[in-house]
């Protein structure tokens, strides 16, 4: 039976869109043709994605002017100097005000076709077509776009909500497993944050959401999106809320940083650092004792690193510091207060943290 | 008898900031310190400027830490890699969130430091100090900011209104003669078209503006600044209304590009275009036929050009499309129904544009 396809429908007050989630998309040229606006089209994507998708996507659009951008793949590539290199695209083909971009790839693509989508001729279209499924259920929804600075990810960007997201689930056949199961840590942290029952569906459905079951996936990345937009939607720019998706994201970017992006994917690291913030969050009393438990059980059923690397409590400390901008006080983590309900607090004992980072990070 | 700085509220919706115009600005602490906001401030300036203001500013500014990003003079260095420079010195001199950027300069800098700050961290404030008559008048307010692109100018930017704009006409007694006149140009036009009165003034007060009188400069700058600011109000983004402040620039691109943007100062080049858009405006029976020549006296005896350059006329009609992307039909232009009533429109006989670029292009 074939799955059918579903839409979400995001608010943020200045900007509606639909994001669309199921089989099949990327040929559906009906769906695409109201979903896509403009005559003049520039498609960006990279050189892993292109020769498998680019060809698909442009044969189901009909009488647009389609212009190619085609990427280096690599977060290496996230930079200035890289859209730079989109904007003189964008002129070359003539691209004018009303002409749309459509990013056709992963998170990398996403953040860099949004942002000079952001700020050529101060705001064109942009669609985003995420090809990976840490883009489908994360970055391509929400309006957050940028580059990275060698001072750090993502400092130059700006908020441009996109026009539509169309996350083809047929992609992710080509997803190497590895970055398919970086992606489930992200749905695991939307149960987390908000939605117990979606964790419970995690736990009982995990080997066919690994095993790629095309109904599994449009479930998942569905109720994620869901989840996401109404964050976003309640709050755009992050003046509270929406630091709840931050969930396991302080651990996280220092095992990154200590591990010079190197050893661990995104959500490899998030996945370790949510069973961290879980296990702070049970530590201080905030969160019943068996939940961690449970969360590192399912990070591990979905074959993710739940152990932090033995980097030093010290080191640590000061990259989470360091990434939070905070240089004297208690660092604002996101916590647990049940699985499902989350908060943003800089309100617990400083001694706790210590310990929790002794232990993990030796 | 010392001249009283004047306020203007603007209310774009989503953001509100004042305007102040005045002698002595710069060196008021006490405004200084309502006006700008954040602890971290970068003032980014040119080394015209830096040299003669910076100072004064910084003193101004206790209890602050300040940084500097000098950049050299001049349109040309108005482009993304020199963004580029600014984004380094943000993030060498550590400036987070609320960190503030400082634009203290011409147009470059204001339109430069405001793109470098709508995107430093997706967006910190930006305090705008202007230090031309053109930029007093005209870019500091409004929000669109940009860099140039080999393309085009101001192909790559941003909405971001400013937290303050603060324009101490003190500064202006260091304007050559030439760059004042071509901010005059700017203030005729919000004569033109949006009131009537303050185009008779500038008929009688014209010496007096010459002349850097500071009470005549105060009058001309807030009344300029309060125009631009309630059609800005009305149409941030230019669907509709915004686009009257164009009268007299697509003919005055037009001149500039034919010019190589060598011969004429932006002013000077929509002094003449101003000229020919009200011509156009009598030509086709839309305006009385006196008000030109009203105009061309006026712009005349602020010292302004009003006769185009003998580049061609179909030169002339053909860098008028293309500055508005016009492949067929007629161009859209900022026509005159009368003194101080602007209408922007496509609807109107383009042999008597062609005759009139014809007699003055020759």
């Known amino acids: 039976m074939a799955v059918a396809p579903r839409t979400i429908r995001v608010d943020v007050g200045h900007a509606r869109y639909p994001i669309d989630v199921g089989p099949g998309l990327l040929g559906d040229a009906q769906r695409l043709a109201e979903r896509i606006p403009g ?10 994605v292109a020769p498998l998708y680019l060809a698909r996507l442009g044969a189901a659009l009909p009488g647009r002017r389609i212009a190619e951008c085609v990427l280096p ?3 290496r590539h996230k930079t200035l100097a890289t859209a730079a ?3 003189d695209a964008l002129v070359e083909n003539r691209m004018n005000r009303d002409a749309t971009l459509i990013a056709l790839g992963g998170g990398v693509i996403g953040d860099l076709g949004g942002f000079a989508a952001a700020c050529y001729q101060r705001g064109i279209a942009c669609v985003q077509v995420p090809t990976t499924l840490l883009a489908q259920v994360d970055s391509s929804v929400g309006g957050k776009t940028g580059v990275n600075h060698p001072g750090g990810k993502n400092l130059i960007g700006a908020f441009h909500q996109p026009a539509a997201v169309i996350a083809d689930t047929d992609t992710l056949a080509s997803l190497p497993d590895r970055e398919l199961r970086a992606g489930i840590a992200e749905i695991i942290k939307y149960g987390c944050i908000a939605d117990a029952a979606l964790f419970d569906w995690l736990e009982r459905q995990m080997p066919r959401l690994l095993g790629r079951d095309p109904e599994a996936l449009v479930h998942a990345i569905t109720r994620s999106c869901e989840i996401k937009a109404g964050v976003v939607g309640r709050d755009e720019r992050e003046s509270g809320l929406r630091a709840i998706l931050n969930f396991g994201h302080t651990f996280g970017h220092a095992i990154e940083a200590a591990t010079a992006y190197e050893r661990y994917l995104h ?16 530590r201080i009393g905030l969160l019943a004792a068996g939940v961690p438990a449970r969360i590192t059980a399912l990070l591990a059923a979905a074959g993710l690193p739940v152990e932090a690397p033995r980097v030093g409590a010290g080191r640590a400390m000061s990259l989470m510091r360091m990434d939070k901008k905070v240089l004297a006080g208690a660092v604002r983590v996101v916590l647990l207060r049940s699985l499902g309900a989350a908060e943003v607090t800089a309100d617990y004992p400083g001694k706790d943290l210590e310990e929790l980072l002794a232990e993990h990070f030796g």
């Open 267 to 282: 959500g490899e690291a998030v996945a370790i650092g949510m069973r961290l913030a879980a296990e702070l969050s049970a």
């Open 39 to 48: 005559k003049d089209l520039l498609i960006l994507s990279n050189t892993t």
């Open 85 to 87: 290199i989109v904007f």
């Open 73 to 75: 793949d690599g977060e």
